[in-house]
């Protein structure tokens, strides 16, 4: 661990979502050519609730990782805006951004978000530079900060996701887009790591009580984090203490209109009577039909026979056994 800037060679990585300069030896660029993305999975996740035409603010953005597919995932017509307090991380954020093409609907900003006008010293851990982290210090530098509900007048639309991963500071940048979480009701994804939040004084009660009061239910990939697939499990939890030391917690306020994205599929009625006449529990049969209601399947060939010989025509005019 060092407080002192790296000079870091830079190197073009093939990512799943296209080319990426990164530092040579750093967490992410290893997590990149392993697995194709830096938390591959996680993306995946967040780019499931990202819709063509979306604001999106990535606080916390490093070098890109996130902001680059969640930026193609809102489209030409989408708007994001990546912030990023760390020069060597923001100096890579702006070229990649540009690299991609996506500087005319992608807005990189330097600064600290949520940090009061306060002066920071930076920590930074050489091979793992998304884990620079930032400690007051009144013999430090003042960085520019930002309140997320100053970013309200750069956009023409509501805010539809906010990504917050800024190593222990996520009440704090919760706390400066207050207004705009109130009004918008954006999805979040927040990082919740009891070891950071402590740093400022906070822990993950203190980020449930704040999202508690604009009614959000919490969320977590319970699949793989790093792998070379895309695919996720989405659990829901009582509580942020639920979730463990440290996870990525997907937060939807109640009643939102992509909610349904996050919860266990339900299926059509007669699909779920015929499941009930055959003895079938949701884990053990997958029914696909055209309004995407869906069981996930796990029954032999021969049961799979049995099912479709018993089908009504009703059924089989609803579904499609997905064997």
Request: charged fraction near 25%; glycine fraction near 8%.
């Amino acid at each position: 661990m060092t407080e002192a800037s790296v000079s870091r060679e830079i190197v073009l990585l093939d990512s799943v979502y296209g080319p990426m300069l990164a530092f040579e030896g750093d967490f992410a660029t290893r997590q990149i050519r392993a697995f194709g993305a830096h938390t591959r999975n996680e993306i995946a996740l967040l780019r499931s609730f990202v819709d063509a035409g979306d604001v999106i603010y990535d606080v916390g953005a490093h070098i890109g990782c996130f902001a680059i597919p969640l930026a193609q995932a809102a489209g030409e017509t989408g708007r994001l805006i990546a912030v990023e307090a760390e020069g060597a991380s923001f100096a890579l954020l702006q070229r990649n951004l540009g690299r991609h093409r996506l500087l005319g609907r992608a807005t990189a900003l330097l600064g600290l978000a949520g940090g009061g006008g306060r002066r920071y010293r930076p920590v930074r851990f050489p091979d793992h530079t998304s884990a620079t982290y930032f400690v007051p210090d009144d013999a430090g530098r003042t960085l520019p900060t930002i309140d997320l509900d100053d970013l309200r007048a750069r956009h023409d639309r509501p805010v539809a996701l906010i990504k917050i991963d800024v190593e222990g500071m996520e009440l704090g940048v919760l706390q400066s887009a207050a207004g705009t979480i109130a009004r918008e009701r954006p999805i979040l994804y927040i990082e919740v790591a009891v070891e950071h939040l402590a740093r400022g004084g906070a822990s993950p009660d203190d980020v449930e009580a704040f999202l508690r009061r604009h009614a959000y239910r919490f969320f977590r990939n319970t699949g793989e984090r790093n792998s070379t697939h895309d695919r996720f499990v989405l659990t829901e939890l009582g509580s942020l203490r639920d979730g463990g030391a440290f996870f990525d917690v997907l937060a939807i306020p109640a009643g939102h209109v992509r909610l349904a994205r996050a919860l266990p599929p339900v299926p059509h009625p007669a699909i779920a009577s015929f499941a009930e006449c055959h003895a079938l529990e949701p884990v053990n049969v997958h029914f696909v039909t055209g309004d995407d209601h869906a069981w996930e399947a796990e029954v032999d060939y021969r049961t799979r026979e049995r099912l479709w010989a018993a089908c009504t025509p009703e059924i089989k005019s609803l579904l499609d056994l997905a064997w």
